[in-house]
């Protein structure tokens, strides 16, 4: 059994059965509290009081596609445009990045709490496709561009290889999304440079030629 402090008011079955008193936390198990009177010292136990919850409607895109769920909050808690956290929709568990909210009088904010939002729209970012313009190692030759599939946590590094439909491939620049803003500068392509995938609006990369599934 943990310990808990805290106060609550409450009714005393001793002292004032019918107006709430100060009590002190006791300690919390088996689905109950147990409390002390602060007025005249009597110990007993009562059931803990359900926080409020209000739900809301939160849209997910993914590769183009929108999602419906409902998520239950705390009517206080504080969401912003950036901040990231989980779903659970009919088809998957989903981790989803908050990409605009809208308020209970239709506006679109940067920030808000729960009992003020009408909509959540999210990006889903556990898995994410990432845009690749793959250059080809003769300037003669065209350019192409392929989606590859990733964890939005796997880390894209300018100058590491990358596999992209059987190919392999070495980035030679990185493109962040617009609304992402944890990154100094919106493109990187000096070696080492190091983006999530989850945070990316395109990779640049030039062909292998040795390659023996390359295009070219």
């Keep these: 059994m943990s310990q808990h402090t805290g106060q609550q008011l409450l009714a005393c079955p001793r002292c004032s059965p019918d107006e709430p008193v100060v009590h002190a936390v006791v300690a919390a198990g088996a689905g109950a509290l147990t409390v002390r009177c602060d007025a005249c010292g009597q110990v007993h136990k009562v059931q803990p009081t359900a926080a409020p919850t209000v739900e809301r409607p939160v849209i997910i895109s993914q590769d183009g596609e ?3 769920a409902v998520v239950p909050t705390a009517p206080d808690e504080h969401v912003a445009c950036g ?5 659970d929709t009919d ?8 990409t605009a909210i809208e308020d209970t009088d239709g506006r679109r904010v940067d920030a808000a ?8 729209w999210t990006r889903a970012v556990d898995n994410v496709g990432v845009n690749v313009t793959i250059h080809p190692p003769d300037e003669r030759d065209r350019s192409h561009s392929a989606t590859v599939r990733l964890p939005g946590e796997y880390t894209l590094e300018v100058g590491a290889t990358l596999e992209v439909d059987d190919a ?5 620049g990185i493109r962040i999304r617009d609304a992402v803003t944890d990154y100094r500068h919106r493109t990187y392509d000096h070696p080492g440079d190091a983006v999530f995938a989850k945070d990316v609006q395109r990779v640049y990369a030039v062909a292998d ?5 390359s295009v070219w």
Aim: charge should be negative; glycine fraction near 0%.
């Design 91 to 98: 088809a998957a568990i989903m981790q989803v990045r908050v």
């Design 168 to 172: 392999t491939v070495t980035i030679s």
């Design 209 to 213: 030629r040795s390659d023996p599934w």
């Design 66 to 68: 929108s999602t419906r």
């Design 113 to 120: 709490t729960m009992d003020a939002v009408q909509t959540l």
């Design 83 to 87: 901040d990231e956290f989980i779903v």
